[in-house]
């Protein structure tokens, strides 16, 4: 028998950085084409920009397209709307190449755009929509997530009538269509994921201090079987019905606190699992090792297709912010043989990427 002992087993994570200071992978489609922010500085008030990404036309830092939402766009009754330079976030993507986000104009108003498969984009503004329904005028719509039949989620941000806060709803709405709230709690829910069967996900609360994941299709929201921490957020949904996240275990977690990503089946049920990302000591960077949470700042998993490859965003401390791309069979195998003294011949045939498929069966 071969012993594998020293040798390095293969990676289920691989790593990749769009041009710029930070790199966030936040969709992916049936065809693994991925879509992100890239920052230009760390930091809350770097410059973002949106990116897409095949990795079938090579390396992300050669191959991403990088794009903003243009200037004097047309917005609400046809006005021309001032986009802010550097305000642009990408964060959803269909099998058609449409891609959703956000961008910021120059008066301070936030809006969702949708841009199709050709580049052109279209304004999504729920102000008119959901005035009269929420009983405020909203000051700004995110479009987090597109399935193939063109219905968007995210969330609409109105002015409290009791406080300078927010009340967020969660929404969606066909493109095209009207907007409709899809509320997991009244005061605070947004939306991240959407899936063939208009299955969503994302974050809600009902007292603003404990923050939970949910899943939410047909009637009431079910919150995820998360037993610890005191943040949590769904932020893609598979057609079979496999979600995945984020969740912090500090009370009131701030930024340099570690957060983890996680995976679990709302259909078929099955434990909860944590994923983390961390580069394996001595090692090339791109080569990554499973577990270890102390030794990555965070790991956030932000999207998942329907053949089981998730996206999301490592940070170290000490290190620039990275994508990465990870297949959910490759990486069960791994935590498999982490309970093992050698890696088990059948680790070194299982290739890291599945080929892309020509078309969807």
Known sequence: MTDHAHLTPPPPFRLFRVPGARTVARGINYYSVIVGTVFDA???????????????????????????????????????????????????????????????????????????????????????????????QSVGTHATCINNDRYV???????????????????????????QINDAEPNLTEIYGINAHNTVVGVTSTDGTRFYAFVKSMGNPVPLPIGFGTFSRGRGITSGGKIVGQYKTLANAGPNSHGHGFLWDFVGGGPFQTIDVVTAPNQNPVVLWFGAPDLALSTHAHGINDNGIVVGERRLAGETSCGFMMTEMLWSLWRSLQTTSRWADAAWRVQPFPPRPATRT
Do not use: C
Request: hydrophobic residues 40%; charged residues 25%.
């Open 153 to 179: 989620g995210g969330r609409v941000f109105y002015p409290s009538p009791f406080s300078t806060a927010k009340v967020v709803h969660g929404f969606l709405q066909q493109i095209g269509g009207a907007f």
């Open 42 to 136: 760390e930091g809350p008030d770097a410059a973002s920009h949106g990116f897409r990404w095949d990795p079938a036309d090579g390396e992300a830092e050669k191959a991403a397209t990088i794009f903003d939402v243009p200037d004097k766009i047309h917005g609400p009754g046809g006005k021309k709307l001032s986009v802010e330079v550097g305000k642009t976030v990408a964060a959803g993507i269909n099998d058609k190449g449409d891609i959703v986000g956000n961008f910021t104009t120059a008066d301070g108003f936030e809006y969702g755009f949708w841009r199709d498969s050709a580049g052109n984009f279209t304004v999504i503004d729920s102000s008119k929509d959901l005035a009269a329904e929420a009983g405020a």
